[in-house]
């Protein structure tokens, strides 16, 4: 289907979280990343504390020590260690990995109350320690998966898993905030606690590990050989070798370009304000309670983006809106340095969130529908690794400029003084690069798109009052189901594989509309009883052509676009190349124009792939029982010419058809189209709900146990 968008997912109807071993599984996956994040918060924080005598140069870099401590491994050393992890006994590996982390957080306060000069740096050895141990668990997790859960409901299983790492961020995040806010209880009650919140979260992270430790220990997961070959880094998580394969993808057009550029932005500015919103909010005077919410609220404007994204304005342009969503992101960062308080600071790193979340769905959207397929994989390689080491290199940056740059305080005549922060100087600088890199990245995105339609606020408009911009875009934009078709002479099986392709799809969860040419429609029925009727001799070559072609567009309009729009997979038996080589190439009409006449009643709709049957006419015609209709009692020369119109139609496009020798045994030849037809149908990970930060290496959607 030429128009179309990929494969619709399964219906999947039942709940992956039924399967018990994959459901204890995802909540120990879900304490180990709320004790994570929870980690990360506490320890930028108990850096700032303990630096807050020092320098403000000091101040900053210790902040930036603990964030590339946190962040940078995962990113730049993933594949060494992943190729390591492979051949370590999985279950071990993450109770192991689990059971140490918690031993260094809790170590974290403990050394700090024995010695105060050491706490520093025990904090980063320790942090340093865990992030290494994080590399080993990560790809034993991700490996696990597949051993518990069905292949048809992977994709679920993996979406469950992002939500546990990504979600578990605003919950953390919260959590901290509300330690932070009882922190002087915290300390009345147990006096000796040096910084009572930021201990508590890390006792606290150090508790989840070990019951996440509990609960894998006592999973009964499947024996797996311990790879021993060779080391195999996986490409995919090697940011770096990502971004460098991925540049060819860049050469596919400005749209890429413009995707990679915004999530770049983005990214970069939500790394900004994870690196410097500690400092920036002790200078607005909220301490932990405020990064707490801070954090928070930026992880809950990308969660709020990635879900509605796709729902946004629906009927305005995906690229422009692409385009509006890293200006906004952009926009959003720059007013969180320039503005001084530290509820709007919120109500900011919520709107930049949004920004980076819509950006990040709507690009993996029009990358997935506008690339061609030999460049698609590299394009997301590209987006992944861009997206993951511009958050690094924020986050990491953003302290150290801001304690280059210092926190000055002009004298504006008089008492009045205006504080400027090093902190909110590097957001506003941020913010004003991120501005001018979005309006680049707005072009990119918008040069050459060939459905332009008028100037970007009238589009704006109509689609805010719920116009149709053109009908064409919105149908462009809904076809989202699979178009198979099945081809060939009389007798030669089209009708029995049909139905066993439709059983087999709909068994995995699709929804099939197994169809057929002509008479699918009640004019469609009609037709067909004019068409085979053999009392009919007289209807002239041209007449056939238009009758067949009147079927066809009632079909197409009535029951095969719908379907196709609402993510069915659609089987048909027969189709136009039935008209090419019936009524071309048998009754000798120019192909050429049966072709377009064709083509304007099926408005120009072309399946995804043709299943051609292939059969002498003797085989065919005499498998079937019956009476010969009006076609069927053609001649054999007739039906000789059909069959050589079939093979050359697939002969000039073999990308898009599968020929099979319809004397092969029935379940053969269903075998075969099983075969061809698997590659098509839906990746069990959705793309576009793949990670958007680089914290935890993104989830494969594979991997062989
Ligand atoms: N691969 C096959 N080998 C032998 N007979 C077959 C095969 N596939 C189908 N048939 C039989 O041939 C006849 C015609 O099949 P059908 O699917 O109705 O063909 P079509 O729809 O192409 O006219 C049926 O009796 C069917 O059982
Ligand atoms: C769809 C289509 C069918 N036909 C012919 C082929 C068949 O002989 C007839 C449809 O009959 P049908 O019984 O559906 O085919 P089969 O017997 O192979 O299952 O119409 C055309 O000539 N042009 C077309 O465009």
Redesign the pocket.
Request: charged letters at 35%; aromatic letters at 0%.
């Given at each position: 289907m030429s128009r179309s968008a990929p494969l619709g997912a399964p219906a999947e109807a039942q709940n992956v979280l039924a399967i018990t071993p994959f459901r204890r599984l995802w909540i120990s996956l879900s304490l180990s990343n709320l004790g994570d994040w929870l980690s990360l918060l506490a320890l930028v924080s108990l850096a700032a504390i303990f630096t807050a005598e020092s320098s403000t140069l000091v101040h900053y870099l210790a902040v930036t020590g603990v964030v590339a401590i946190k962040l940078a491994p995962a990113v730049l050393l993933s594949p060494l260690v992943g190729s390591l992890a492979d051949r370590l006994d999985r279950r071990w590996t993450m109770v192991g990995g689990d059971v140490l982390r918690g031993l260094l957080y809790v170590s974290i306060p403990v050394v700090g109350l024995l010695s105060s000069g050491f706490a520093l740096q025990w904090l980063l050895i320790a942090s340093l320690l865990a992030e290494i141990v994080a590399l080993l668990w990560t790809p034993a997790r991700d490996a696990t998966i597949p051993t518990l859960v069905p292949k048809r409901m992977l994709g679920q299983a993996n979406k469950l898993t992002l939500l546990a790492t990504y979600g578990a961020a605003p919950v953390a995040a919260l959590l901290f905030a509300a330690l932070a806010s009882v922190s002087n209880l915290l300390g009345a009650l147990v006096p000796s606690m040096a910084n009572p919140e930021a201990d508590v979260a890390l006792y606290l992270n150090a508790l989840t590990f070990f019951v996440a430790a509990i609960v894998v220990a006592s999973l009964p997961l499947p024996k797996h050989a311990v790879s021993k070959g060779s080391l195999s880094p996986n490409r995919d998580a090697n940011t770096i070798h990502a971004v460098l394969a991925g540049r060819t993808a860049v050469g596919s057009g400005p749209l890429v370009r413009g995707v990679v550029t915004g999530l770049a932005v983005t990214a970069a500015a939500g790394g900004l304000v994870l690196g410097v919103g500690r400092p920036h909010v002790e200078n607005l005077g909220a301490g932990n309670a405020g990064f707490g919410v801070l954090v928070a609220a930026l992880f809950l404007g990308l969660g709020l983006g990635v879900v509605s994204g796709p729902r946004v304005l629906k009927q305005f342009s995906r690229r422009r809106l692409l385009g509006l969503a890293v200006v906004l992101g952009a926009l959003a960062l720059l007013f969180t340095g320039a503005i001084s308080d530290m509820v709007l600071s919120a109500v900011l790193a919520l709107v930049l969130g949004l920004g980076a979340g819509l950006t990040w769905v709507i690009g993996t959207g029009l990358i997935s529908v506008e690339v061609e397929e030999e460049q698609r994989d590299s394009a997301f390689a590209l987006l992944h690794g861009t997206g993951r080491l511009a958050l690094l290199l924020g986050a990491v940056l953003a302290p150290l400029a801001a304690g280059f740059a210092g926190d000055h305080e002009i004298p504006l005549g008089g008492p009045l003084t205006y504080d400027l922060y090093g902190s909110g100087l590097v957001l506003m600088a941020g913010g004003l690069i991120a501005v001018v890199a979005a309006v680049v990245a707005y072009r990119q995105a918008n040069t050459g798109d060939p459905e332009a339609g008028p100037g970007l606020l009238p589009e704006l408009f109509a689609a805010l009052r719920g116009v149709t911009p053109t009908a064409e875009e919105e149908e462009e934009a809904r076809l989202t189901g699979a178009f198979i078709v099945l081809e060939?002479g009389?007798?030669?099986?089209?009708?029995?594989q049909v139905r066993e392709l439709t059983v087999w799809l709909r068994d995995q969860g699709f929804e099939v509309v197994g169809t057929r040419q002509p008479g699918a429609t009640k004019l469609g029925m009609r037709l067909r009883g004019i068409l085979l009727d053999r009392e009919n001799s007289h209807i002239t070559d041209r007449a056939e052509v238009l009758l067949y072609a009147a079927d066809k567009a009632d079909h197409v309009e009535q029951e095969i676009l719908p379907a196709l729009r609402r993510g069915a997979v659609v089987i048909s038996?027969r189709y136009v190349d039935s008209l090419l080589a019936y009524q071309g190439a048998g009754r000798d009409l120019a192909v050429e124009d049966v072709g377009e006449i064709s083509a304007w009643a099926t408005q120009g709709l072309v399946p995804d792939l043709t299943v051609l049957?292939d059969v002498r006419p003797e085989d065919g015609l005499s498998?079937?029982g019956g009476p010969a209709d009006r076609i069927e009692s053609e001649s054999v020369e007739f039906h000789t010419r059909v069959r050589k119109g079939f093979r050359s139609l697939a002969e000039a496009n073999p990308d898009r058809y599968l020929v099979l020798d319809?004397?092969?045994?029935?379940e053969k030849?269903t075998r075969e189209i099983q075969r061809r037809l698997r590659p098509l149908l839906p990746d069990p990970i959705d793309s576009s709900s793949e990670a958007v930060t680089g914290m935890i290496p993104v989830i494969r959607p594979e991997q062989e146990a």
């Open positions: 060939g009389e007798g030669a099986g089209k009708s029995t038996d049957l498998r079937l319809a004397r092969e045994p029935q030849i």
